[in-house]
């Protein structure tokens, strides 16, 4: 067999393997050892090799570190109670307005998302704060469950990332870039979601009914309660752009910022604490071992020459880049539907990234490009987080809305798929969406 039929056997092997639940890292490690024996008749000592140096190498890779921070700052935000003062604050502002707590929810989906960077997080904390609200006033199972589910992709999508990390990493693209280009978009995203909220309540009446008008002292005081969040998002995004930090220091003030705010106004103490150091070491550990079976993966696809030989095939089909382009953002949406969001980076960036490089677009820089395909690519992966039947988000939100079915909640997210699609047709046609802060910074 030639290296391009194996590496696109172990591929859909793999694919075989994630359709039969197998872990997602075991998969990768599984894939990318059947392709080095392939390529070496069966001789193990390529492998061993490459796995004797894997750990280290990636490992070592110091722009990691600032993964388990970005996780800590989060578990700090979620058991110090920041996510209440969040809701808090959108609800004073716009609960009086029909549709306004759901909009509410979203608006602190946004808030907890630029503390936090995981968009299951999102969701379960903000639904433990929201769905009660929501359905002691009075909204729908269809609308709450459908919001909160859609609201908490925002967790990725409003920076800092964890993907947009990784993506980083693989790519050896800027942080800092890519978390000032996602700004927009994740802004277009939120308000987006809103604007569902609003036409199907007009729609709708019932499944949104306007609460109590909140007075300005109640208001000015919930604003004044989240400014310390506004403050660690500041210091964490303009820190690592603005070149006062680098993203590892500027995640380790975000998480110490957190820490102290949870502790002070949250009023966090130590089974707190010690749950959210036990739950950024499980969450670390999981995403550490899904990347080191996508590295011994795609060192596996790099020995069968399959993301090059895909690439000179794409830049010497004549196809329009555009339908290239719209081509991988429909495979995305499809693996969406077996596998998580981290997963379809590592898994795919190695073989489209190459693809997106050699093609011309709006005659974009390099640079530009890179950025531009990472903040798509992350907005495409949010869909798979509420694309059902497997979207990771309505399970969390079925587990904590035990009294809507999940057919209701699919049914609910759907308005916000409509919403997600047309967002990334505009983010397509119009690249200045994620470039113009960029170059403004």
Same mark, same amino acid.
């Given at each position: ?5 194996? !590496?696109l056997?172990?591929f ?5 393997l ?6 997602v890292?075991?998969?990768?490690f599984?894939?990318g050892?059947?392709?080095?024996l392939?390529?070496?008749?069966g001789d193990?000592n ?5 796995m ?5 190498a990636?490992?070592s890779?110091?722009?990691?570190a600032v ?7 989060g578990?700090?935000?979620?058991h110090g ?8 604050c959108a609800?004073?502002?716009?609960g ?11 608006g602190?989906c ?8 995981s968009?299951l997080a999102?969701?379960?904390t903000?639904a433990?704060?929201a769905?009660?609200e ?7 199972g269809?609308?709450?469950?459908g919001?909160?589910?859609?609201? !908490?992709?925002?967790?990725i ?5 964890v ?17 000032v280009?996602a700004?927009?978009?994740?802004l #277009?995203a939120m308000?987006g979601y809103?604007l ?8 709708d009446?019932k ?5 109590g ?21 500041v210091?964490v995004i303009?820190?690592?752009y603005g070149?006062?930090?680098?993203p590892?220091e500027?995640?380790?003030?975000g998480?110490a910022?957190? !820490? ?10 130590w /089974?707190?604490i010690?749950?959210?150091l036990?739950?950024t ?12 079976g996508?590295?011994?993966l ?8 399959? /993301?090059n ?13 555009l339908?290239?382009?719209v081509?991988?953002?429909v495979v995305y ?8 969001s ?8 190695p073989?489209?990234y ?5 093609l ?6 390099a ?10 690519a992350l907005?495409?992966?949010e869909i ?5 039947p497997?979207?990771?988000?309505l399970? #969390? ?7 809507v079915?999940y057919?209701e909640?699919?049914?609910?997210v ?13 983010l397509?046609?119009?690249?200045a ?5 960029v170059?403004?910074?």
């Amino acid at each position: 067999m030639s290296g391009m039929a194996i !590496g696109l056997t172990v591929f859909a092997g793999l694919l075989a393997l994630l359709a039969l639940r197998v872990h997602v890292g075991v998969g990768m490690f599984i894939g990318g050892a059947a392709a080095y024996l392939a390529m070496n008749q069966g001789d193990p000592n390529a492998l061993l090799f490459t796995m004797n140096h894997l750990a280290y190498a990636r490992l070592s890779n110091y722009d990691l570190a600032v993964i388990p921070l970005f996780m800590l700052m989060g578990q700090f935000a979620t058991h110090g109670g920041l996510s209440k003062s969040l809701f808090r604050c959108a609800a004073a502002f716009l609960g009086h307005f029909r549709g306004g707590l759901a909009m509410a929810a979203t608006g602190a989906c946004a808030g907890f998302g630029a503390i936090c960077g995981s968009s299951l997080a999102t969701a379960a904390t903000m639904a433990q704060v929201a769905l009660p609200e929501l359905r002691a006033h009075g909204y729908s199972g269809r609308l709450a469950t459908g919001t909160l589910a859609a609201a !908490g992709t925002l967790g990725i999508m409003i920076p800092p990332s964890v993907p947009l990390v990784v993506y980083a990493v693989l790519t050896q693209e800027s942080i800092g870039k890519l978390f000032v280009a996602a700004v927009i978009p994740g802004l #277009i995203a939120m308000l987006g979601y809103m604007l569902v909220i609003r036409i199907v309540v007009t729609l709708d009446p019932k499944a949104g009914p306007a609460g109590g008008k909140a007075p300005w002292s109640e208001r000015l005081a919930a604003l004044l309660g989240v400014l310390p969040v506004a403050g660690v998002f500041v210091v964490v995004i303009v820190g690592i752009y603005g070149g006062w930090a680098n993203p590892t220091e500027a995640a380790s003030i975000g998480a110490a910022a957190c !820490g102290v705010l949870a502790i002070v106004n949250g009023g966090m103490r130590w /089974p707190g604490i010690q749950a959210s150091l036990i739950g950024t070491a499980h969450a670390t550990a999981m995403i550490f071992l899904v990347l080191l079976g996508a590295d011994l993966l795609n060192s596996g696809l790099a020995v069968t020459q399959l /993301p090059n030989e895909l690439a000179t095939w794409v830049k010497n089909s004549g196809l329009p880049p555009l339908a290239v382009l719209v081509a991988i953002l429909v495979v995305y949406v499809l693996l969406g539907c077996v596998m998580d969001s981290l997963a379809m980076i590592l898994l795919t960036i190695p073989i489209f990234y190459p693809m997106v490089m050699g093609l011309d677009f709006y005659g974009m820089s390099a640079p530009d490009k890179s950025v531009w395909f990472g903040i798509l690519a992350l907005m495409v992966v949010e869909i798979g987080l509420v694309h059902p039947p497997v979207g990771m988000n309505l399970f #969390i939100i079925q587990k904590l809305a035990k009294d809507v079915p999940y057919l209701e909640t699919a049914k609910g997210v759907m308005p916000f798929l409509t919403s997600d699609f047309i967002r990334i047709s505009f983010l397509v046609a119009f690249p200045a969406l994620s470039l113009w802060l960029v170059h403004s910074m």
